[in-house]
């Protein structure tokens, strides 16, 4: 089992920039890890990934504001997220996704609202 903790949601101003982290309470090495984010009404989509080899993807509409960082030292996987826009308003997840003997084994956080508005 692996826990999940994320961490630096909050309010912010459009153009403005948050910083967010999870912290996993074992090590992340075997994982891919991801950043996704909900808001209301709409699905969960996933915004970006690192895998184990340090690839990285983005969904479009962050590509170029939004940096997705593992640190496997430290257990954690951050999101910096620049140049906010009121449409980045969501709960965002982190993810922990890996496969055992062909089954996939993931693990989520609680999640961390943010909010961008005037």
């Known amino acids: 089992q692996v826990q999940l903790v994320e961490s630096g949601g909050g309010l912010v101003q459009p153009g403005g920039s948050l910083r967010l982290s999870c912290v996993a309470s074992g090590s992340i090495s075997p994982f891919g890890m991801s950043w996704h984010r909900q808001a209301p009404g709409k699905q969960r989509e996933l915004v970006a990934s690192?895998?184990?080899?340090?690839?990285?993807t983005y969904l479009d509409s962050v590509r170029g504001r939004f940096i997705i960082f593992r640190d496997d030292a430290k257990n954690t996987v951050s999101l910096q997220m620049n140049r906010l826009k009121p449409e980045d308003t969501a709960v965002y997840y982190c993810?922990?996704?890996?496969?055992?003997?062909?089954?996939?084994?993931?693990?989520w956080g609680q999640g961390t609202q943010v909010t961008v508005s005037s």
């Open positions: 993810k922990a996704i890996r496969l055992v003997d062909s089954k996939r084994e993931e693990y």
């Open positions: 690192a895998s184990r080899g340090g690839s990285t």
